[in-house]
């Protein structure tokens, strides 16, 4: 047998054997329908779930929409098929409004995560008591006990919500929630269809297949309709074709999974990141404290009397989410990127990123850096704020790069979703060749009105040797190194991300993966001697490799 063929057997082989076991156990039944068919009737509820939870996964996963969760939604949708698809919007509206509600009655408390969980289970509870009550004195159909479960993912759904209202403000979170609810419709109404659903319950040798349909779609779909949307004008532009564009399934499939270890994804933090880099002399951001709990509290009481600069930052944040920017003391208290805060506000907002507020469960770790003084070479560009460099590294080269550049609206931060402009750079020579803002083309600053075409980043053969170092000293083998330029110390890496986003192909107005294949038949040919000098030179050549 061809040593492929091994592999292959080797690497698919388990779901083989269980699809075989469906397939076996899906005859058996056939053959004594008529005995099991009671049975399989009495059962249309997990049948239901089956075809719910397949549409959501198509709706997330083909055609691209951003909601809460997929097993969630389906159990919601479930809860309309029995509430009815009136009662069980004014159900999920209740909710929603009680969770809100309850999260800024006890936002001053900083109750920890698992409290504030069981308070909103607990009045989420009483609501549907209430309108239990309500029902019975009107005379409407009341609710069977097995409305419990959709009832407490329906409160799950409102949390975490709230808790992305928290972190990032309205915008993103209440799309989500929109298409959350398109979501939980669109599988309210295939499931409710008897005439589809009944078939698949009497013929058993049908189940099996829904199991190869989701591993069809899981693994064979490269771009979700949303995706050549999001990306027409960088395949439009620049000619690029579009398997050239590295989606969110390609990136997910090709290059995280086979090149991140799953077990160093659970345990790289920020703290741990700069463990590592530091270990190898990568330069970073100086760390006055690491706050491992609620009782190192103190040591952040003691420490704000000493310092008038600084930065506060979760371990496990995303996206700029739970950072607070200190600037400087005014009027007795510090000026912040929050507003003016006293010592207090500071150390509550501390509690909060310890308890798990931004996405470390129900618990957290706090990082205490020193703040950065922007290089006035990329300062002069913008209005306020610290800009940064993202760098796409892989197997040790530079693929792709941008600039993020804070405006007003993105107050200060270099994220682009909250409004930041990025910037795409040459490899090759560092300079920017192409700028987006809100996804449009634009040639200036929106605050200044510097120029930004042509702009060359400075020092920008140490920023690739630092940030390819970087993702190499982290153990990730595909890897997004922000580096930022102190006025003092220079280049510095602040973060290194192990799930770096996709606009960055927007921002240069071309596609990641041509270069992604491009590094993966370099490495397999054998070590480089200087793999930023070599991806340089590959950029020039368009990124195509000899034989």
Request: proline share 5%; glycine share 10%; aromatic share 10%.
């Given at each position: 047998?061809?040593?492929?063929?091994?592999?292959?057997?080797?690497?698919?082989?388990?779901?083989?054997?269980?699809?075989?076991?469906?397939?076996?156990?899906?005859?058996?039944?056939?053959?004594?329908?008529?005995?099991?068919?009671?049975?399989?009737?009495?059962?249309?509820?997990?049948?239901?779930?089956?075809?719910?939870?397949?549409?959501?996964?198509?709706?997330?996963?083909?055609?691209?929409?951003?909601?809460?969760?997929?097993?969630?939604?389906?159990?919601?949708?479930?809860?309309?098929?029995?509430?009815?698809?009136?009662?069980?919007?004014?159900?999920?509206?209740?909710?929603?409004?009680?969770?809100?509600?309850?999260?800024?009655?006890?936002?001053?408390?900083?109750?920890?995560?698992?409290?504030?969980?069981?308070?909103?289970?607990?009045?989420?509870?009483?609501?549907?008591?209430?309108?239990?009550?309500?029902?019975?004195?009107?005379?409407?159909?009341?609710?069977?006990?097995?409305?419990?479960?959709?009832?407490?993912?329906?409160?799950?759904?409102?949390?975490?919500?709230?808790?992305?209202?928290?972190?990032?403000?309205?915008?993103?979170?209440?799309?989500?929630?929109?298409?959350?609810?398109?979501?939980?419709?669109?599988?309210?109404?295939v499931m409710s269809q008897t005439w589809l659903?009944?078939?698949?319950?009497?013929?058993?040798?049908?189940?099996?297949?829904?199991?190869?349909?989701?591993?069809?779609?899981?693994?064979?779909?490269?771009?979700?309709?949303?995706?050549?949307?999001?990306?027409?004008?960088?395949?439009?532009?620049?000619?690029?074709?579009?398997?050239?564009?590295?989606?969110?399934?390609?990136?997910?499939?090709?290059?995280?999974?086979?090149?991140?270890?799953?077990?160093?994804?659970?345990?790289?933090?920020?703290?741990?990141?700069?463990?590592?880099?530091?270990?190898?002399?990568?330069?970073?951001?100086?760390?006055?404290?690491?706050?491992?709990?609620?009782?190192?509290?103190?040591?952040?009481?003691?420490?704000?009397?000493?310092?008038?600069?600084?930065?506060?930052?979760?371990?496990?944040?995303?996206?700029?989410?739970?950072?607070?920017?200190?600037?400087?003391?005014?009027?007795?208290?510090?000026?912040?990127?929050?507003?003016?805060?006293?010592?207090?506000?500071?150390?509550?907002?501390?509690?909060?990123?310890?308890?798990?507020?931004?996405?470390?469960?129900?618990?957290?770790?706090?990082?205490?850096?020193?703040?950065?003084?922007?290089?006035?070479?990329?300062?002069?560009?913008?209005?306020?704020?610290?800009?940064?460099?993202?760098?796409?590294?892989?197997?040790?080269?530079?693929?792709?790069?941008?600039?993020?550049?804070?405006?007003?609206?993105?107050?200060?931060?270099?994220?682009?979703?909250?409004?930041?402009?990025?910037?795409?750079?040459?490899?090759?020579?560092?300079?920017?060749?192409?700028?987006?803002?809100?996804?449009?083309?634009?040639?200036?600053?929106?605050?200044?009105?510097?120029?930004?075409?042509?702009?060359?980043?400075?020092?920008?053969?140490?920023?690739?040797?630092?940030?390819?170092?970087?993702?190499?000293?982290?153990?990730?083998?595909y890897a997004g190194v922000d580096v930022v330029?102190?006025a003092a110390g220079g280049p510095m890496v602040?973060?290194?991300?192990?799930?770096?986003?996709?606009?960055?192909?927007?921002?240069?107005?071309?596609?990641?993966?041509?270069?992604?294949?491009?590094?993966?038949?370099?490495?397999?040919?054998?070590?480089?001697?200087?793999?930023?000098?070599?991806?340089?030179?590959?950029?020039?050549?368009?990124?195509?490799?000899?034989?």
């Amino acid at each position: 047998m061809p040593v492929t063929r091994k592999v292959w057997l080797a690497h698919h082989g388990p779901f083989l054997l269980l699809v075989g076991f469906l397939f076996a156990l899906a005859f058996y039944v056939d053959l004594y329908l008529d005995a099991f068919t009671y049975i399989l009737l009495n059962s249309r509820l997990f049948f239901q779930i089956f075809v719910g939870i397949t549409v959501i996964a198509v709706l997330r996963n083909v055609v691209g929409i951003r909601g809460f969760g997929t097993f969630g939604p389906a159990i919601v949708a479930l809860a309309f098929l029995q509430a009815g698809l009136l009662y069980g919007t004014i159900l999920l509206a209740n909710i929603l409004a009680i969770v809100i509600a309850t999260r800024e009655l006890v936002r001053r408390e900083v109750v920890q995560r698992d409290h504030r969980i069981a308070i909103l289970v607990i009045l989420v509870g009483l609501s549907v008591v209430l309108l239990e009550i309500l029902a019975e004195y009107f005379h409407y159909p009341r609710l069977d006990y097995s409305f419990l479960f959709p009832i407490l993912i329906l409160a799950w759904t409102a949390e975490r919500y709230v808790e992305s209202v928290d972190r990032v403000g309205w915008g993103g979170p209440s799309r989500q929630l929109l298409w959350t609810f398109v979501a939980i419709l669109t599988a309210y109404a295939v499931m409710s269809q008897t005439w589809l659903v009944d078939p698949i319950i009497l013929n058993p040798l049908s189940w099996p297949f829904l199991v190869l349909l989701n591993w069809f779609l899981g693994t064979r779909v490269r771009f979700r309709l949303s995706e050549r949307w999001r990306f027409r004008g960088t395949i439009r532009d620049s000619g690029t074709p579009p398997e050239g564009v590295l989606t969110m399934n390609v990136r997910n499939r090709d290059f995280i999974s086979k090149y991140n270890d799953g077990r160093l994804l659970s345990t790289l933090t920020k703290d741990r990141v700069k463990e590592l880099l530091q270990s190898h002399g990568v330069s970073t951001p100086t760390t006055h404290l690491v706050l491992k709990g609620l009782e190192d509290l103190r040591r952040l009481e003691g420490f704000l009397p000493t310092m008038d600069r600084f930065v506060l930052k979760p371990a496990s944040g995303h996206g700029g989410e739970g950072i607070l920017v200190v600037l400087g003391r005014r009027d007795g208290g510090f000026d912040t990127s929050n507003g003016p805060m006293g010592s207090a506000d500071i150390v509550a907002h501390a509690r909060y990123v310890l308890t798990g507020g931004f996405g470390g469960g129900s618990s957290d770790r706090l990082l205490v850096e020193a703040l950065v003084t922007p290089d006035p070479a990329l300062g002069k560009l913008v209005s306020e704020g610290l800009s940064d460099v993202r760098v796409i590294a892989f197997l040790g080269f530079p693929v792709m790069a941008m600039a993020r550049l804070p405006t007003r609206e993105s107050k200060g931060r270099a994220n682009i979703h909250a409004g930041a402009v990025a910037c795409g750079i040459e490899i090759a020579t560092g300079r920017i060749v192409r700028a987006t803002w809100h996804g449009r083309a634009v040639k200036t600053h929106p605050d200044t009105g510097s120029p930004l075409l042509d702009v060359p980043i400075p020092q920008w053969s140490e920023v690739l040797e630092i940030a390819t170092q970087a993702q190499v000293c982290s153990g990730l083998g595909y890897a997004g190194v922000d580096v930022v330029f102190d006025a003092a110390g220079g280049p510095m890496v602040l973060e290194v991300n192990r799930r770096p986003g996709l606009e960055i192909q927007n921002a240069n107005g071309a596609g990641l993966l041509g270069r992604l294949r491009a590094v993966e038949r370099l490495h397999a040919r054998g070590a480089v001697a200087d793999p930023v000098r070599t991806a340089m030179d590959l950029d020039v050549a368009m990124w195509e490799v000899s034989a």
